[in-house]
Every structure is written in C-alpha cells, then in structure tokens.
C-alpha cells in the first residue's frame, strides 16, 4: 500500500509553542513554560508503575468522540491527553501560583459522535469547573461544544480542530494545537502542482468536498484556491453530504471526465474516507486521491485492501516515522502505555495539548 504523508508542514509541537504563549496570558495562568514538556523528556514507565501524588488534584476536561464516526481519530487523541498527564504526574505534576505540585486529573467524556451530545456533555463538563478543557479533532464538534467553556471563562484547547475561524467563532478562550486548514491546503496544493504538472501544461484536479462540515468545506475552498493560484488548473468540482453511502453519482462524473484529471482531491471527514476510496477505485479510477488530515484515520485498516487504499495522499500534523528525539520518545511511551505505536497523528495532538495546558498553569 503506498500512502503518503505530504511534507513542508510545522511540525505540531512547533505550533503549540506559539499557541501556549497565547494561552497561558489570555488564562491568566502563570508558570514556567516547559516544565512539563522537560518531566516528560524520554520518559517510557507504565501508568501502572506510577504512584498516585497524594496532594490535590486540578482537573481537565477532556471531550472526545471515543465511539462513532469520529473515534477514529479521537480515541487517539485521548490516549496522548491521557499519556501526556500520566507522565506530568510522575514526575511531580503541575505546580499552582503560590501552591505546592498537584498532580493533573483528566475527567473523560464520549459525546458519541453526535452533536447534541456533545452540547450537552459540555455544560456538564464546566459544572465541575475544571482549569481548562481539552479535545476533538473535528472543527463542527469544538463549535458545538466549546462555547460552553468560553461563557464560563475556561479555556478550551481543541487538539485537532482545523478552522481558521474558531477563534473569531468561539472567543478568546478557545485555543487549537493543530495548524489551520490554510496551511494544509497550500502543503497540499503547493505538492500537487509540483507533482502532477505535465511538462506540456498545468496540472488538472478535480475536487469532491463534503458541504456538510466546516472544516471540509474550507479545506476544499482553500485548496483551489492556492493550486490555481500556484498555476494548476480544477477541472470538475463536486459535492457530497457525510453520512452518504453511495457515491456512484460522482464517481460517475469523475470517471467520464476526458481527459482524466491528474489527481482528485477530496475533502472528507474520516469516517467518509474509507468507503469514498473503495467507490472510486471499483470504478476502475487509479489517479491519485489527494486529502486533508481527515484521511489520517487508519484508512488502510479500515479498507484490508492494499490494491485499493494505495496511491492516496494526505497532509498531518506529525510524522511518525521522524527520527527527531521527541518524536522517538513519544512513540515508546505510547507503545508502552497503550500496547500499539500511535495510530495516527491525533494521538500526538492530544499529547501536546495536555502539555499545553500543564506549561500555562
């Protein structure tokens, strides 16, 4: 199976340094930024060896979509929030203005993949006044839930959201840990147009985008935007709603086009991904599938089919196979905790967002 992460992106923990000098004024907090970020450097013992502090606690809220259409990347997501303060408390957890270390409680919620849920889980979740909330990977999720937080004054660091707009959004208590969808689609634009250009012409895309979300609708606009800019030329544009099921409409479409685009790039949540490549590859349609960090959801597992999930292309937050130390580092402590390597680059969203929040405490 070929799939491949598009390079020239920040890497997260880039990113999260900047977001954390926003964080930590607008929160009021103060500390020394990186004392959890240096408790957790090479750190690889199990939760299970780890001795509880026994000072009080500060808890964070962590809402995710542990089943559903959205576990895919969410339950990943948990798991580094969840590493990342099993490791901030064994090594002496967080210490309050004016107060002793206290070690970090994260109190966990699945809202189910459903919207009305996680509304309701939210103003569940700010009832016990925690110091910040943390979660989603989905934009429509955090609009849903987040301003729950913002009215109570608690800041809500989303790890996977994507929208350019949350803030203006939300308020200034919301606080995101991934890049924008800006910068991934001029990754991914800037890539195609090098990629794909014949040496005769511009090179052609389609583009087939989910309206139905946010993130997927800016990522599309986005994305044709910057490739035509760049010279590339959009051959086709067409829609879908998530949740659909059969996509032989547009495949249609697509496969009809003469010439054949060079590439097809298409803006999906995960829990569309698998199938919206199974369809287009029964079609007999083998250009390259360009996406966004909604295809980094396990796609391969999900499809079982090398022949199929192969010759796709997408943008993330983190590469795995980096030999950067922090980067080896997390990869032990995750195996190690939770028995697998990360399943994707939410896992260490969700890492550093908890980190984030323990370096503004």
């Known amino acids: 199976m070929k799939r491949f992460l598009v390079p020239g992106l920040l890497p997260a923990c880039v990113l999260a340094a900047f977001v954390f000098s926003c964080f930590s004024c607008a929160a009021g907090f103060s500390g020394k930024a990186g004392e959890a970020g240096e408790a957790n450097k090479g750190d690889s013992e199990s939760a299970a060896t780890r001795q509880p502090l026994k000072a009080e606690s500060v808890k964070v809220a962590a809402l995710y979509n542990l089943t559903g259409g959205m576990s ?12 990342a303060a099993s490791l901030i408390n064994f090594r002496g957890g967080v210490r309050l203005r004016g107060k002793n270390s206290v070690k970090v409680e994260i109190i966990a919620y699945d809202t189910k993949s459903d919207m009305l849920n996680a509304n309701k889980i939210a103003s569940e979740a ?21 301003p729950a937080f913002q009215m109570a ?86 829609q879908f709603v998530s949740g659909d099921t059969d996509f032989s409409s547009q495949v249609s479409k ?34 390259p599938i360009l996406s966004g960090d909604g295809f980094d959801c396990n796609i391969a597992e999900a499809i079982k ?22 980067v080896l580092d997390f990869i032990v402590a995750y195996e190690k905790e939770y028995g697998r390597k990360p ?5 260490a969203l969700g890492f550093d967002a908890m980190n984030m929040i323990a370096d503004a405490i």
């Open 254 to 287: 697509l496969k009809a086009k003469s010439p054949a685009p060079d590439a097809i790039f298409v803006s999906s949540a995960p829990e569309d991904a698998p199938l919206l490549v199974k369809q287009i590859r029964a079609a007999g349609v083998g250009i």
């Open 343 to 347: 399943e994707n680059a939410f896992a």
């Open 126 to 146: 700010v009832s016990l006044q925690p110091v910040a909330g943390v979660g989603f990977g989905d934009t429509t999720f955090v609009i849903i839930a987040a």
């Open 72 to 83: 895919s990347i969410d339950a990943p997501g948990l798991n580094g929030v969840k590493l």
């Open 153 to 238: 004054g608690i800041p809500f660091v989303t790890s996977g959201a994507t929208l350019t707009a949350l803030p203006r959004i939300v308020g200034n208590r919301i606080f995101m840990a991934a890049y924008g969808d800006d910068s991934q689609a001029k990754a991914m634009a800037a890539f195609a147009v090098k990629t794909f250009k014949p040496t005769d012409g511009a090179a052609n895309v389609a583009i087939l985008a989910d309206t139905t979300m946010a993130f997927t609708r800016e990522l599309s606009e986005y994305f044709k935007s910057f490739f035509t800019s760049m010279g590339g030329k959009i051959v086709l544009e067409d």
């Open 305 to 326: 089919d090398d022949k199929i999930a192969t010759n796709i292309y997408f943008t993330t937050h983190d590469y795995m196979g980096d030999n950067r130390p922090e």
